[in-house]
Nanobody
Framework: QVQLVESGGGLVQAGDSLRLSCAAS????????MGWFRQAPGKEREFVAA????????YDEDIVKGRFTVSRDSAKNTVYLQMNSLKSEDTAVYYC??????????????????WGQGTQVTVSS
């Protein structure tokens, strides 16, 4: 089992930055790729970014457009999503996720083995 707890969400204005954190626990943490999804009201949950245990990264470039960076601190068992130049359309609940590898996470929700409870990000104009 892997337990994931997100934090760092909040209310910001367009153009601002946020850094989300995902604290992971469990004996199998190092065996999983970690990623981020988001879900806006009335919309399906969508893939944002992922990172492997070795540091390989992948993004949904249609969403990120060079603005977001995913990173992993193995010593702290924590995954981060640095979000810059936030826009109103980034408003969503952001979920931390764990899967077998980054390609499985890119598939979408069916590639996820474990979910965090989510943290709300609201971007106002």
């Amino acid at each position: 089992q892997v337990q994931l707890v997100e934090s760092g969400g909040g209310l910001v204005q367009a153009g601002d930055s946020l850094r989300l954190s995902c604290a992971a626990s469990g004996r199998t943490f190092s065996s999983y790729a970690m990623g981020w999804f988001r879900q806006a009201p009335g919309k399906e949950r969508e893939f944002v970014a992922a990172i492997s245990w070795s540091g390989g990264k992948t993004y949904d470039e249609d969403i990120v457009k060079g603005r977001f960076t995913v990173s992993r601190d193995s010593a702290k068992n924590t995954v981060y999503l640095q979000m810059n130049s936030l826009k109103s359309e980034d408003t969503a609940v952001y979920y931390c996720a764990a899967g077998a590898d980054v390609m499985r996470l890119r598939i979408g929700v069916h590639g996820v083995d474990y979910w965090g409870q989510g943290t709300q990000v609201t971007v106002s104009s």
